[in-house]
């Protein structure tokens, strides 16, 4: 069945240095895939989404980009702020559709001062 | 426009009770889904509705069920519950077909706690 593994967390950074989380996906056909941030206490926020190979996403600093060939989907942003602290989650949607998300584990950011 | 809205946001039952939690979608969105979210198993697909219909179902026992409404609305239901039904509900909404047809929007969530 599809599947996301997501990078292991929890995950501590300095404001401004460079994040990348890791996402690599299992699944038949061409998912959709998309980024979720999970601030304390709240539901998830969609961060950015892509719908077919060598697209990227984009907001908020954040980017990935979707590589079929590789099966992954890593998120990347420059410089990180106190305010992305959060739980950021991978999923994927099957067949191109967000009518079920298969979601990873989650990864914990917290960004020092 | 109003996001999705999930109520009540936290509520305490005890085991063998049942519990219903309510999820009103964005305005113009006709499917509804949701999912439970867990420390242990993470978040897990429950079930979609969509034109008060199931469309799809995730591997939960037949104690969950849920339903949805003419106008969208839908609501969930979990019956005998168990204390590892503890976890955050939550409701997710989408516009069905063009292109923003495989995106879905998040409820804040309801935190279910079984004592």
């Known amino acids: 069945g599809d599947s996301v593994t997501q990078m292991e967390g929890p995950v501590t950074l300095s404001e401004e240095a460079f994040l990348t989380i890791n996402c690599t996906y299992t699944?038949?056909?061409?998912?959709?895939l998309f980024w979720y941030v999970q601030y304390p206490g709240e539901g998830l926020q969609l961060l950015l989404k892509?719908?077919?190979?060598?697209d990227k996403g984009s907001n908020k600093g954040f980017e990935a980009t979707y590589r079929k060939e590789t099966t992954s989907f890593h998120l990347e942003k420059g410089s990180v702020q106190v305010s992305d602290s959060a739980v950021y989650f991978c999923?994927?949607?099957?067949?191109?559709?967000?009518?079920?998300?298969?979601f990873g584990s989650g990864t914990q950011l917290t960004v020092l001062p | 426009k109003a996001g999705v809205t999930q109520t009540p946001r936290y509520l305490i039952k005890t085991r063998g009770q049942q519990v219903t939690l309510s999820c009103s979608p964005i305005?113009?969105?006709?499917?509804v889904s949701w999912y439970q979210q867990t420390p242990g198993q993470g978040l897990q697909f429950l079930f979609e509705?969509?034109?008060?219909?199931?469309?799809n179902k995730g591997n939960f026992p037949g104690r969950f069920s849920g339903r949805q409404f003419s106008n969208s609305r839908s609501e969930m239901n979990v019956s005998t519950l168990e204390l590892g039904d503890s976890a955050l509900y939550l409701c997710?909404?989408?516009?069905?077909?063009?292109?923003?047809?495989?995106?879905?929007?998040f409820g804040e969530g309801s935190w279910l706690t079984v004592v």
């Open positions: 997710a909404s989408r516009e069905t077909g063009g292109s923003n047809g495989n995106t879905i929007y």
């Open positions: 699944a038949t056909g061409y998912p959709s």
């Open positions: 892509a719908t077919k190979a060598d």
């Open positions: 999923a994927l949607g099957a067949g191109g559709s967000a009518r079920q998300l298969t």
């Open positions: 305005s113009g969105h006709r499917s």
């Open positions: 509705y969509f034109s008060e219909t199931q469309r």
